[in-house]
């Protein structure tokens, strides 16, 4: 339980899964708030503010979440399925802002957060008063969406015992994220006053690129029949390993070997036999990203493995089929083909 370690995981590949994953909502945050203002040429309040609170928020959130992980273990971890309705949640928050942004129809606008009316009273509601409620709310929203190595920092938390250890666990990771997130926020919203006129559709493009991502991540988690790879199928198999196999396809083999890597994982599409055991190895070598946080949801395995690991795990598919497995939070995925 090394505090300083986990902060560096979180000033590193964390920072960086992180800010895949929720960078969208600060984008939403900043573009929403800058909207509404007149430009300036002076780093001001309403600059760094927002991105103070929405970090706020979210250090005290996780610090929570750790305290009642080591609390009470994994009985109040979110599972993938719960997971991914939020990321999809998410997302369509996400492609509204956006949508709100290029003034696409008056509807959009009923998805801007605003404080309830005795809210706004308290806080004498200014620039100011908005420029704290709203990040708070995105900052707290963003335990609902972890990305893979927050996981993976949260089963360190389950596994200390301890509700103080667990807070500071997830406190000092949350604190090594938020360098980046800072660096991402503020220049942002420097962006949008230099450039304010065009800063709502470049925030707009951002967004909507945000949200297929998440999107795309929430279904893969669903085991959806519909993701971004299967629409890009055609494209995407002259560079798959599905090409490069002999004769164009993987050889059957159920006895497969999974090299999980930064990038994700390798192989990334296999084949078995229908109705026979298969003994599935997952292997990682210094490996730092979410892709140490491993589902296969269709044959209920969920491994979350350590930086250099080895885990073996057996099942008997039953049915012919394409099955996915991924990450916990859909950012990397590959394929299993079931045949006869």
């Known amino acids: 339980m090394n505090l300083g370690l986990i902060f560096l995981t979180g000033l590193t590949t964390g920072g960086l899964s992180?800010?895949?994953?929720?960078?969208?909502?600060?984008?939403?945050?900043?573009?929403?708030?800058?909207?509404?203002?007149?430009?300036?040429?002076?780093?001001?309040?309403?600059?760094?503010?927002?991105?103070?609170?929405?970090?706020?928020?979210?250090?005290?959130?996780?610090?929570?979440?750790?305290?009642?992980?080591?609390l009470f273990g994994s009985k109040i971890s979110l599972n993938e399925t719960v997971a991914a309705i939020f990321q999809i949640f998410t997302a369509l928050f996400?492609?509204?802002?956006?949508?709100?942004?290029l003034n696409v129809h008056p509807i959009f606008r009923y998805l801007t957060i605003t404080p309830p009316r005795f809210v706004r009273r308290w806080l004498n509601y200014t620039g100011k008063g908005e420029a704290i409620f709203t990040p708070l709310i995105l900052g707290a929203m963003t335990v609902l969406i972890p990305c893979g190595v927050t996981q993976a920092m949260e089963v360190l938390a389950i596994n200390s015992g301890s509700p103080i250890q667990g807070a500071l666990i997830m406190l000092f990771f949350?604190?090594?994220?938020?360098?980046?997130?800072?660096?991402?926020?503020?220049?942002?919203?420097?962006f949008s006053e230099a450039w304010q006129y065009n800063f709502s559709r470049v925030a707009s493009v951002l967004l909507i690129v945000f949200s297929l991502y998440v999107l795309n991540s929430g279904l893969i988690l669903f085991n959806s029949p519909v993701t971004l790879a299967t629409l890009a199928r055609p494209v995407t198999w002259f560079f798959s390993d599905e090409r490069f196999s002999p004769g164009g396809t993987a050889v059957v083999s159920n006895q497969v070997t999974i090299n999980i890597n930064n990038s994700g994982y390798s192989p990334k599409y296999f084949k078995v036999k229908v109705n026979q055991p298969v003994e599935l190895t997952l292997i990682s070598r210094n490996v730092r990203s979410c892709a140490l946080?491993?589902?296969?949801?269709?044959?209920?395995?969920?491994?979350?493995?350590?930086?250099?690991?080895?885990?073996?795990?057996?099942?008997?598919?039953?049915?012919?089929?394409?099955?996915?497995y991924s990450c916990s939070m859909g950012m990397y995925s590959g394929t299993m083909e079931v045949v006869n």
Do not use: E
């Open 174 to 190: 949350v604190l090594g994220t938020a360098p980046l997130f800072v660096l991402f926020g503020v220049s942002a919203a420097r």
């Open 18 to 70: 992180c800010l895949a994953i929720q960078g969208g909502l600060l984008v939403s945050l900043v573009a929403n708030l800058k909207a509404k203002q007149g430009g300036n040429t002076k780093l001001d309040i309403l600059d760094w503010l927002p991105v103070a609170m929405f970090l706020l928020s979210k250090a005290i959130a996780y610090t929570i979440l750790g305290f009642l992980l080591g």
């Open 94 to 101: 996400m492609f509204g802002t956006a949508m709100n942004l």
């Open 293 to 324: 946080s491993f589902v296969f949801k269709a044959f209920n395995i969920r491994a979350i493995l350590q930086p250099t690991d080895k885990q073996v795990f057996a099942f008997t598919p039953t049915k012919p089929g394409r099955y996915t």
